[in-house]
């Protein structure tokens, strides 16, 4: 029998407040008071504070002495600074992935699919989730706990980048999927190369996408047209 610890209290207080930064809906820079989402949720005020915890983990928040919890900004330095580090993290977890041979990636075609329900129903958040069960997929294949342990704790920020990116006009759901099905296909067939390639092309398309949307951000006409995927 395999054992599945359950999802802690704590830890769905901070998935569900972590969705609330993802999608918007906690805009940069609002204060999460402790009280009330604790009155929200029902819940104790230490296990909220609890969740904060890990939402800074996530590099969702930030907790400000005599302020308490306050949603990170994302403006045009911080993304440009976290969109390099995030791919450098992905080209070492896909490259690690890609010289494993004979990887078994069935886990990774049940996210395909529902990337491709996603694009046809136009829904952003399915499209989010699914490629969160992307990443996951490999995790366990990894061996390499601290790579795991700083991909996962990078994970959040870089959906919240990818929902800002998506309010930009040249952006197009079906890139996305064809990032993800050229992937699968570099890892099925061991191609560290491409998969280095297909990382810095499709993060660096996203980036100029969020910078696009961000407050002073500014996308010139030749970065729209290069911040096409060629996958």
């Known amino acids: 029998m395999e054992f599945e610890p359950a999802v802690s209290l704590t830890e769905q207080i901070a998935d569900h407040l972590g969705r609330e930064i993802i999608f918007g809906r906690l805009q940069p820079g609002s204060r999460i008071q402790e009280l009330k989402v604790a009155g929200d949720l029902s819940v104790s005020r230490g296990s909220v504070r609890e969740a904060l915890l890990i939402l800074e983990r996530r590099h969702l928040i930030e907790i400000i002495p005599r302020r308490g919890a306050v949603v990170?900004?994302?403006?045009?330095?911080?993304?440009?600074?976290?969109?390099?580090?995030?791919?450098?993290?992905?080209?070492?977890?896909?490259?690690?992935?890609?010289?494993?041979?004979?990887?078994?990636?069935?886990?990774?075609?049940?996210?395909?699919?529902?990337?491709?329900?996603?694009?046809?129903?136009?829904?952003?958040?399915?499209?989010?989730?699914?490629?969160?069960?992307?990443?996951?997929?490999?995790?366990?294949?990894l061996n390499d706990f601290y790579l795991g342990s700083v991909l996962n704790g990078l994970i959040p920020a870089g959906l919240r980048l990818a929902h800002l990116a998506a309010r930009h006009a040249d952006y197009e759901s079906r890139d996305t999927l064809r990032y993800h099905q050229a992937m699968l296909e570099a890892l099925e067939n061991n191609e560290e190369r491409r998969v280095r390639e297909l990382v810095h092309a499709y993060n660096g398309r996203e980036k100029k996408l969020a910078l696009g949307c961000s407050v002073g951000g500014r996308l010139s006409a030749s970065d729209r047209a290069d911040s096409r995927l060629t996958a």
């Open 72 to 141: 990170s900004r994302m403006e045009v330095k911080e993304i440009a600074n976290f969109c390099e580090l995030f791919a450098e993290v992905q080209v070492l977890y896909f490259v690690k992935l890609a010289a494993i041979k004979e990887l078994d990636t069935s886990g990774f075609c049940e996210p395909l699919e529902a990337m491709g329900q996603a694009v046809t129903g136009r829904n952003l958040v399915a499209m989010l989730d699914a490629r969160q069960a992307f990443f996951n997929a490999g995790l366990p294949f």
